[in-house]
């Protein structure tokens, strides 16, 4: 693969007037900077360059970030889809360090899914998610008399914008970015089943939440729109109540109900 990104360089020294010929050209994606191995791409990772000939690149940028390199990729290299996967899982590590792509002040977390709960399996890396979450609001209770009436079901968005940067091993076919399933390196073979996990990116203090709505209530997860996707994966964590690892103390039903105000759903 190496020879990929030293060829995306050579076609380069085609731009311009170098040739002759008049040669057309076309605007394509190239490495603004180095891009290194299993590096999660954002924007500020490419930039644009008029190539002369075909060579199967890239035209806009959307078709590029959030997808994951399987080589270094050099400064000035035409970014082409064999360079890349859709899923970290699917890059071969070598000689790197296999990290998960992580910004600054956030944790990596797997939750469970399924058919029902999980979109029927169309979550894939790259894409966000939201979470509803759903039961009886006498867990909320702050005595031990219930409330007279019928069960009062309660349901809520508790999350958003979460990014997905990993899928459990029943993960269907994953082939390169781009790829057609043929040809390209990397190529999966095709597993049955449903994803069975998703591994999400949070803060430590979500972290805990989330792992209390696991233990007492219904999760379910929704798709966000492709078109409402954040326009890069955040740079750091900038929650000012839980910039860190030790701002996360621990979490209740009270504070859960405090922060989230299931109790005040009408």
């Not at 400064?75 to 000689?95: E, P, Q, R, W, Y």
């Not at 993960?171 to 399933?181: F, H, K």
């Not at 040809?183 to 209390?212: H, K, N, Y």
């Not at 709505?213 to 409402?228: A, I």
């Amino acid at each position: 693969m190496a020879v990929l990104a030293f060829g995306g360089v050579f076609l380069l020294g085609s731009i311009g007037g170098g040739g002759g010929g008049g040669a057309a050209t076309a605007k394509v994606i190239v490495a603004k900077a180095d891009i290194p191995l299993r590096h999660s791409i954002v924007d500020a990772d490419l930039d644009f360059a008029n190539v002369s000939g075909n060579v199967g690149a890239f035209a806009a940028k959307a078709d590029v970030i959030n997808k994951i390199t399987q080589i270094k990729i050099t400064k000035g290299a035409v970014i082409t889809a064999d360079m890349l996967a859709s899923d970290i899982n699917n890059v071969l590590g070598g000689a790197a360090p296999a990290y998960l792509p992580l910004a600054s002040g956030f944790v990596a977390m797997t939750i469970p899914t399924g058919e029902l709960q999980g979109v029927a399996g169309h979550i894939s890396v790259g894409d966000y998610i939201t979470v509803i979450a759903s039961a009886n609001v006498t867990i909320f209770n702050t005595t031990s008399n219930a409330p007279a009436g019928p069960p009062k079901i309660v349901s809520k968005t508790v999350f958003s914008n979460l990014r997905i940067i990993g899928l459990g091993p029943a993960a269907a076919t994953v082939a390169p970015a781009g790829s057609s399933g043929a040809g390209g390196g990397g190529t999966a073979a095709p597993t049955t089943g449903v994803t069975s996990s998703l591994t999400i990116e949070l803060s430590q203090c979500d972290a805990e939440f989330f792992t209390w709505f696991l233990n007492n209530m219904t999760l379910r997860y929704t798709l966000q729109s492709y078109k409402d996707y954040l326009k890069a994966p955040p740079a750091d964590n900038s929650d000012p109540n839980c910039p860190d690892l030790t701002k996360a103390i621990g979490v209740n039903q009270y504070t859960v109900d405090r922060r989230f105000k299931f109790t005040g759903v009408q």
